[in-house]
Nanobody
Framework: QVLLVESGGGLVQAGGSLRLTCAAS????????MGWFRQAPGKEREFVAA????????YYADSVKGRFTISRDSAKNTVYLQMNSLKPEDTAVYYC????????????????WGQGTQVTVSS
């Protein structure tokens, strides 16, 4: 079965950086699209970033473009989200996802989610 485990969240001051890690198992990692989504208290889950199959394309929400970078290490079956210049509005639970059901990697229609990792950015 596909298993996704996130780590790396924590408390950071505005302007700081964090790197989230998603360890994946039970899938053919290199041929599988991976994504990051987040959900803040009282808000709906939103798209953050995605990496298409074989790492051909990357996609970012406008709100994080230029600050966040999604990448992968196929040898370790891991995907990362490097978050720089963090803002208080980035505070949310961040979820790793895979098993996209369509070609649109932004809509959150996936078969598998990680358990989430909390990111809190203080002002």
């Amino acid at each position: 079965q596909v298993l996704l485990v996130e780590s790396g969240g924590g408390l950071v001051q505005a302007g700081g950086s964090l790197r989230l890690t998603c360890a994946a198992s039970g899938l053919t990692f290199s041929s599988t699209a991976m994504g990051w989504f987040r959900q803040a208290p009282g808000k709906e889950r939103e798209f953050v970033a995605a990496l298409s199959r074989y790492g051909i394309n990357t996609y970012y929400a406008d709100s994080v473009k230029g600050r966040f970078t999604i990448s992968r290490d196929s040898a370790k079956n891991t995907v990362y989200l490097q978050m720089n210049s963090l803002k208080p509005e980035d505070t949310a639970v961040y979820y790793c996802a895979t098993g996209f059901t369509g070609s649109n990697l932004r809509n959150g229609n996936v078969n598998y989610w990680g358990q989430g990792t909390q990111v809190t950015v203080s002002s």
